[in-house]
């Protein structure tokens, strides 16, 4: 074997290991894609957030994303904390100019 074939074989095996914990990851995370989220009640997201029920009110009347199930609305975690980010972003930036 050549000594450019030796390199070769050597950079495909360290790619190889160093690509094998990404595709582990990537399937995790295709993995938890194609799982349905769960719904969440007012009271479930309150007691996970530590607020008061009246407090996700509040919020969903500022456009906190639900989905309504009869009466009741419905709301997905993950869907909700990105709102809360790009929701808090705003705040912080009017909060900090007021206090200049």
């Known amino acids: 074997m050549s000594i450019d074939a030796t390199i070769d074989e050597l950079v495909r095996a360290a790619v190889r ?8 990851e990537i399937a995790k995370l295709r993995e938890a ?5 769960q719904r ?3 009271e ?3 007691q996970l957030w530590q607020v008061s029920e009246a407090h996700v009110r509040n919020l969903r009347k500022r456009g906190l994303p639900c ?4 009466e009741s609305p419905r ?3 993950a869907d909700c ?3 809360l980010r790009d929701e ?3 705040q912080t930036l009017r909060s900090t100019r007021g206090a200049a």
């Open 17 to 24: 290991a160093e690509l094998e914990p990404l595709r582990a």
């Open 88 to 90: 808090a972003a705003p």
């Open 81 to 83: 904390e990105a709102w």
């Open 44 to 46: 479930q997201l309150a």
């Open 75 to 77: 709301f997905v975690l």
């Open 33 to 37: 894609a194609a799982a349905p989220a």
């Open 40 to 42: 969440l009640t007012t």
């Open 67 to 70: 989905c309504p199930v009869g």
